[in-house]
């Protein structure tokens, strides 16, 4: 199979989210005709003030580097941003509304010790699934779909993992050991298109084995009551106190290295600048890593970056995720009644999947009794949908609201009960191209080559070089930075 090869050798109108691009001489010969700034030198430069950006630079600048953190956006957090809903005129009143990441999955130590160094109050999130019973014509938690599913992940385990299957070949293989099980199959290959938002035919069946085996305890979810900002503006204060430097607004375009040395020329606001460094850390997406040469936010590189990093690059993919989130009417949010059997009000309820929407699945702040739904799509339906704009986007939320929460004689459109919506479209981000990483067919090893250091100069860092069973988490990026910092420290000792 092309590409398959094992990576272990190689070392109303509703309030909307704005959405957010030759040869190497020298970097003043990059861009001629784009006005000079001024130029900077550090110990180590980091391209990224996401969470693996931010935690690198809290623990390097403590330790007495001179550290600049390069961050495209005008805000930080990457691929975490909270925003509010109203202005809070109070920490009470503040309703944070996440567009990336939303929750911490299980324990994770260093994440937790953060909350509370931050002194952030954790809020566990409920559990509860409803499912939509096609039979009753309303939703039922005691559903066949999570026994399913879960029987069939754990059927992974009794293929062999070599060579290395995607999950739809891992499905046509099972089909011929039960071939009468259509209906499993089908909610397994929502499941892993939905929650780990790829494509069945592209993700590594191999990788969701260990997934299954080493991941988050997924029964334990909590959320940060004051917003999952709040986290990295605490990394970024302890950096900035030990002397770093943020610089918001700024590109990358070039890199041009050398053992031991590293010039990288940005632009900000129509200016270009150049900055030197001994190291450098990439902590960027990798979705925005892989943008090829001619396209608009490539990064070059030269020299190129080596043949083995390039090939775990092209074995990680980026997933597909959009999100939309509605803030309801009070008055609506406290009385309206899921179509169910049990009467449960929504305000009570967590998750409520149907997967014949184009939304499939929502869920509340239970217990919490915030006024907001979000609707999120996975994979190849997100990837439709993210070709739409945040207005039709909204529209198709509605719909799915509609057919979600609404009897059939229920004739009141739903979005006149809706204050506030938000669109997250993460493909269409040109800082992000996506929303996190998996791992594609035939990818062993590859988050560890991608975490290696190239020539103790150049360091790739982020929940995509993650360690296994954390990666494409908010624990992960910051692991994987904590790792990054303890590489180059090490090697500063040594040296």
């Keep these: 199979m092309p590409g398959s090869e094992s990576f272990a050798k190689y070392h109303q109108q509703p309030k909307q989210v704005s959405r957010f691009g030759p040869q190497c001489g020298t970097i003043a010969g990059m861009m001629k005709k784009i006005p000079t700034t001024s130029a900077t030198n550090a110990d180590v430069l980091i391209l990224g003030a996401g969470m693996a950006g931010l935690a690198t630079a809290a623990e390097l600048s403590a330790a007495g580097q001179r550290v600049i953190i390069l961050e495209a956006r005008d805000r930080i957090g990457g691929r975490v941003h909270t925003v509010g809903a109203p202005k809070p005129r109070s920490a009470k009143s503040f309703l944070p509304i996440e567009l990336g990441a939303e929750f911490i999955h299980g324990r994770p130590r260093a994440l937790l010790k953060l909350t509370r160094d931050a002194k952030l109050e954790l809020r566990r999130f409920g559990t509860s699934h409803w499912h939509w019973d096609d039979g009753r014509k309303g939703y039922a938690t005691r559903s066949p779909y999570w026994q399913k599913v879960d029987g069939i992940m754990e059927e992974l385990a009794d293929?062999?993992?070599?060579?290395?299957?995607?999950?739809?070949?891992?499905?046509?293989?099972?089909?011929?050991?039960?071939?009468?099980?259509?209906?499993?199959?089908?909610?397994?290959?929502?499941?892993?298109?939905?929650?780990?938002?790829?494509?069945?035919?592209?993700?590594?069946?191999?990788?969701?084995?260990?997934?299954?085996?080493?991941?988050?305890?997924?029964?334990?979810?909590?959320?940060?009551?004051?917003?999952?900002?709040?986290?990295?503006?605490?990394?970024?204060?302890?950096?900035?106190?030990?002397?770093?430097?943020?610089?918001?607004?700024?590109?990358?375009?070039?890199?041009?290295?050398?053992?031991?040395?590293?010039?990288?020329?940005?632009?900000?606001?129509?200016?270009?600048?150049?900055?030197?460094?001994?190291?450098?850390?990439?902590?960027?997406?990798?979705?925005?890593?892989?943008?090829?040469?001619?396209?608009?936010?490539?990064?070059?590189?030269?020299?190129?970056?080596?043949?083995?990093?390039?090939?775990?690059?092209?074995?990680?993919?980026?997933?597909?995720?959009?999100?939309v989130r509605f803030r309801f009417k009070p008055a609506f949010w406290r009385s309206h009644?899921?179509?169910?059997?049990?009467?449960?009000?929504?305000?009570?309820?967590?998750?409520?999947?149907?997967?014949?929407?184009?939304?499939?699945?929502?869920?509340?702040?239970?217990?919490?009794?915030?006024?907001?739904?979000?609707?999120?799509?996975?994979?190849?339906?997100?990837?439709?949908?993210?070709?739409?704009?945040?207005?039709?986007?909204?529209?198709?939320?509605?719909?799915?609201?509609?057919?979600?929460?609404?009897?059939?004689?229920?004739?009141?459109?739903?979005?006149?009960?809706?204050?506030?919506?938000?669109?997250?479209?993460?493909?269409?981000?040109?800082?992000?191209?996506?929303?996190?990483?998996?791992?594609?067919?035939?990818?062993?090893?590859?988050?560890?080559?991608?975490?290696?250091?190239?020539?103790?100069t150049i360091h790739i860092s982020g929940e995509a070089a993650a360690p296994t069973g954390q990666d494409a988490t908010v624990a992960g990026a910051l692991e994987a930075g904590r790792r990054t910092a303890e590489m180059i420290l090490a090697g500063c000792h040594r040296k």
């Excluded at 089909?175 to 938002?197: C, K, N, Q, T, Y």
């Excluded at 085996?213 to 503006?233: C, H, K, L, Q």
């Excluded at 632009?267 to 450098?280: D, F, I, M, V, Y």
């Excluded at 062993?444 to 991608?450: I, M, P, S, T």
Aim: net charge positive.
């Design 337 to 456: 009644i899921i179509p169910s059997r049990a009467r449960k009000k929504l305000r009570d309820v967590t998750f409520l999947h149907a997967p014949h929407l184009p939304f499939p699945t929502w869920w509340t702040h239970y217990p919490d009794s915030d006024p907001i739904l979000t609707g999120w799509s996975g994979g190849p339906a997100a990837d439709k949908l993210s070709k739409l704009t945040d207005q039709q986007i909204i529209r198709i939320g509605g719909e799915s609201l509609t057919g979600l929460l609404m009897p059939t004689s229920y004739q009141a459109p739903l979005l006149q009960f809706i204050e506030e919506a938000h669109v997250a479209n993460w493909q269409r981000d040109p800082f992000s191209r996506g929303a996190y990483s998996y791992l594609r067919v035939g990818s062993e090893g590859a988050r560890e080559v991608l975490a290696s250091p190239i020539a103790d």
């Design 159 to 323: 293929f062999p993992e070599r060579p290395d299957l995607s999950f739809t070949e891992f499905l046509a293989t099972r089909r011929s050991i039960h071939p009468h099980d259509l209906e499993a199959e089908r909610m397994a290959r929502s499941f892993v298109e939905g929650f780990h938002a790829a494509p069945a035919d592209d993700i590594s069946a191999a990788s969701l084995l260990i997934e299954t085996r080493n991941g988050p305890d997924s029964s334990r979810n909590f959320r940060v009551r004051e917003g999952y900002a709040r986290v990295a503006e605490h990394l970024r204060d302890r950096a900035l106190a030990h002397g770093a430097k943020l610089l918001l607004n700024t590109v990358a375009r070039k890199v041009c290295w050398r053992v031991g040395h590293v010039e990288a020329g940005a632009q900000s606001q129509g200016r270009r600048q150049t900055h030197t460094a001994r190291r450098l850390i990439i902590t960027v997406p990798i979705g925005v890593l892989k943008i090829p040469r001619g396209h608009a936010g490539h990064i070059a590189f030269d020299p190129p970056l080596p043949p083995t990093t390039l090939r775990a690059l092209d074995r990680i993919a980026m997933s597909s995720v959009v999100k």
